[in-house]
Structure formats: structure tokens, C-alpha cells
């Protein structure tokens, strides 16, 4: 089976700095897949390089077998790929609903407006829907942000630490969500620091540390794993 996501000997250079050093790695189809590391790991910088905001210095990036590397951020969307972001910037002066309308889909209006009332009601925001984006809690904001990225009906999400900010109760509700997308076909790959969430997650857990993938596995395999201990579980 052709995996959603190849990342296949990626490195990224800052001058001396090198961000992403030899990355491999691979989410298959239907696979929730936790990324996780310590601060400065090169998680970010690798969804960079994933979504096209920054360009490898060496490696292959593919989605669905065809390969991206390089590609415009517009062009890897349009390829499949979404993204969430740690912080939520909805467009705070447009509505729920005009959020919504943004994203470029490739329907036509009714089957649009067909999808904007199902995410509404999918993801708890119907009551919400005329309200400005920027009167919506931090929780509010991370759905709207989703919806925005299901829009375009992805073969992979990405998203970039969910539980950042989120009242521990709705972040009950967000899990839900996310096991629900993924139930109906979406791969997803995650950074999270919550390993609370990465476990009730993820099938698999890939752990970076200086830019390198350095354990894969099961969230119980990885920590007992010495050197992911060593690195970000503080030997827990």
C-alpha cells in the first residue's frame, strides 16, 4: 500500500544550523501517527517542510506516491495535505459560516453550503455561526480551524499541538473529532507535548530529537524505549 505521506532522508540547513538531519518517515492510509520530541526537536520545521513553507536542502517529500519536494504550500493543499497551526488565527472579523467560505474548494455551491452546515454540526459550532470569529474561545477557534482544513476534504491532516490552550474538557470533545475524521478515511499526523493525548491517539508514535527520527512505535513501546526516555521523557 502507497503510504498518504513518504518523508524520505530530509535535512534542512539554517546556516550552520541543521534543523532536520536525515528525517524518515511515513503515515499510511487511515494511520493516526503522534510526532514528538523535545523543544527544538525539528517537529515544527518538519510540517514546514511537509506543507511547502520551507524547501529540503536534500531528500524527497511524496504524498500518495507522487512526489512534492519543493512545491508550493497552494499546490501541496490542493495535492491533499491540511494544517492546523498551534495558535488559531481565524479571519476574526468574518463570521463562522464566512470563515468557511474561504478555502477554495473544488465544488460548486451547494454541495459547498452542504459541507459548511455538516462541519457546523460535526464539530459543535452551529450555535456559533454567526458569531465573529474573533468572540470564539481558544476552543472555538481550534474547531473553527479544522473545519476550515475538512473543507477541503484531505487525504492527511496535520495538526500542530491540539491540545495547546484547550479547557481539558473540551479538549474531550476535540479527541472525539479527530477519532471521528479519521474513522471516515483521514490520515493525521500530530505533534502534541500532551502525551496524555498522544496515547489516547495515536496507533503510532515517531520521536524526533536534534532532527532525527530516533524511536517508532507504540506509545508503549516508546516509553520504555531508554533512549526516548533520555531525550524527552525525563527517564519516566
Given at each position: 500500500m502507497t503510504p498518504v505521506l513518504s518523508v524520505d532522508n530530509v535535512k534542512k540547513r539554517f546556516g550552520g544550523i541543521v534543523a532536520v538531519d536525515g528525517l524518515n518517515l511515513e503515515v499510511e492510509p487511515g494511520e493516526i501517527v503522534g510526532l514528538i520530541g523535545p523543544n527544538g526537536a525539528g517537529k515544527t520545521t518538519t510540517l514546514n517542510l511537509i506543507t511547502g513553507f520551507l524547501t529540503?536542502?536534500?531528500?524527497?517529500?511524496?504524498?500518495?506516491?507522487?512526489?512534492?519536494?519543493?512545491d508550493s504550500p497552494d499546490s501541496i493543499s490542493?495535492?491533499?495535505?491540511?494544517?492546523?497551526?498551534?495558535?488559531?488565527?481565524?479571519?476574526?472579523?468574518?463570521?463562522?459560516?464566512?470563515?468557511?467560505?474561504?478555502?477554495?474548494?473544488s465544488c460548486g455551491p451547494t454541495e459547498q453550503e452542504a459541507r459548511i452546515d455538516r462541519l457546523l454540526q460535526e464539530l459543535h459550532l452551529e450555535e456559533v455561526r454567526?458569531?465573529?470569529?474573533?468572540?470564539?474561545?481558544?476552543?472555538?477557534?481550534?474547531?473553527l480551524e479544522l473545519a476550515r482544513v475538512l473543507m477541503l476534504e484531505p487525504d492527511l491532516i496535520l495538526l500542530d499541538e491540539p491540545a495547546a490552550g484547550i479547557n481539558p474538557a473540551l479538549m474531550d470533545d476535540i479527541i472525539d473529532d479527530i477519532q471521528r475524521i479519521n474513522e471516515q478515511g483521514t490520515a493525521i499526523l500530530v505533534i502534541e507535548h500532551d502525551m496524555s493525548v498522544i496515547s489516547e491517539l495515536c496507533e503510532r508514535v515517531v520521536v524526533m530529537n536534534a532532527g532525527r527520527n530516533i524511536a517508532s512505535g507504540t506509545f508503549e513501546e516508546i516509553r520504555g524505549d531508554e533512549t526516548v526516555c533520555e531525550a524527552y521523557l525525563g527517564g519516566t
Open positions: 529540503p536542502n536534500e531528500g524527497r517529500i511524496s504524498l500518495n506516491g507522487t512526489e512534492v519536494t519543493g490542493k495535492s491533499g495535505i491540511g494544517r492546523t497551526f498551534q495558535i488559531s488565527k481565524p479571519f476574526g472579523r468574518l463570521s463562522v459560516y464566512e470563515n468557511l467560505l474561504v478555502p477554495n474548494v454567526e458569531n465573529r470569529a474573533d468572540e470564539l474561545s481558544g476552543g472555538q477557534k481550534k474547531l
